[in-house]
């Protein structure tokens, strides 16, 4: 491994823990605290598994020009988080059904639910998943990550062009 390719790799390896990370925390609010998912919980944690492949992948790619590609798809699904994270504060949240909303379809043509519920089954309607931690609405944490991570993606993306 060149030495300039390391600070990209930390960087992909950082993006993928966190990600993994936050799933445990959703996994353990949910089952060790009740706290059940809405749709927009379970896409959110989709995005995060999907971050945390593609770093993982850019971990174990060497190539600059594959790093690039999946630098930016994870940028753009980060971003993308931070839309899902957004929109289930400011609209789903004040809406007692989350069901045909766009996570609910994407969640249902993935068969995410059936494949594996306890991890990607929707349990909560959104108005009852609105829940605070530490007084902070549980998607605004999401967010702040999901920010984050974006951060981290375009700060490898530049070290990559610089490389």
Request: with cysteine; charged share 10%.
């Amino acid at each position: 491994m060149r030495p300039s390719s390391r600070p990209v790799t930390r960087h992909f390896a950082v993006m993928a823990l966190a990600c993994l990370a936050a799933v445990g925390a959703a996994l353990v609010a949910q089952h060790a605290f009740d706290m059940q998912p809405c749709p927009w919980c379970i896409l959110q944690r989709v995005i995060f598994l999907v971050i945390a492949v593609l770093a993982l992948v850019a971990v174990a790619w060497s190539s600059r020009g594959a790093r690039a590609v999946l630098g930016v798809a994870s940028l753009l699904l980060a971003l993308s988080g931070v839309a899902a994270a957004w929109w289930q504060h400011a609209v789903a949240a004040k809406s007692a059904s989350c069901n045909l909303t766009l996570a609910d379809k994407v969640i249902t043509a993935l068969q995410l639910d059936s494949l594996l519920p306890p991890l990607f089954g929707v349990t909560a309607n959104c108005a009852d998943a609105a829940i605070k931690v530490l007084g902070v609405p549980f998607e605004f944490w999401s967010l702040a990550l999901f920010a984050l991570l974006a951060v981290v993606a375009a700060s490898a993306l530049m070290r990559l062009r610089g490389a």
